[in-house]
């Protein structure tokens, strides 16, 4: 009797920990953010916010590309850079997701 207790107890804690973990998995949300003639842009913000709060931000590397991790869920992803137009998007992340090339547009008056 104490053996079929332990095992059943056993079965549970790995079943509430597998569940645990999975809900809980990681995604990444990837891109390029470049100008409009194709450039990379260096180190723009890149912001992911779930209900005005930001859940993780990064800055993209030399040649433009940024990767962002979150779990599950809607999120509105935010990019900028200083003498460019800001862009909001909102996204569904369910798997990795790559937004491809990001186009951000100079904007004369924040130069």
Do not use: H
């Not at 790995?14 to 809980?24: D, G, I, N």
């Not at 862009?87 to 990001?102: A, C, E, F, P, V």
């Amino acid at each position: 009797m104490k053996r079929l207790i332990f095992t059943l107890m056993f079965i549970l804690l790995a079943t509430a920990w597998f569940a645990a973990s999975v809900s809980a998995q990681q995604l990444s949300v990837s891109g390029r953010v470049v100008s409009s003639e194709s450039a990379p842009i260096p180190y723009a913000t890149i912001v992911l916010l779930s209900n005005d709060k930001q859940i993780a931000g990064n800055t993209t590397n030399n040649d433009g590309y940024f990767t962002l991790r979150a779990t599950a869920g809607e999120y509105e992803v935010n990019i900028s850079y200083i003498g460019y137009k800001s862009i909001k998007q909102t996204i569904s992340l369910n798997s990795n997701l790559n937004l491809g090339d990001i186009i951000l547009e100079e904007d004369a008056e924040n130069i």
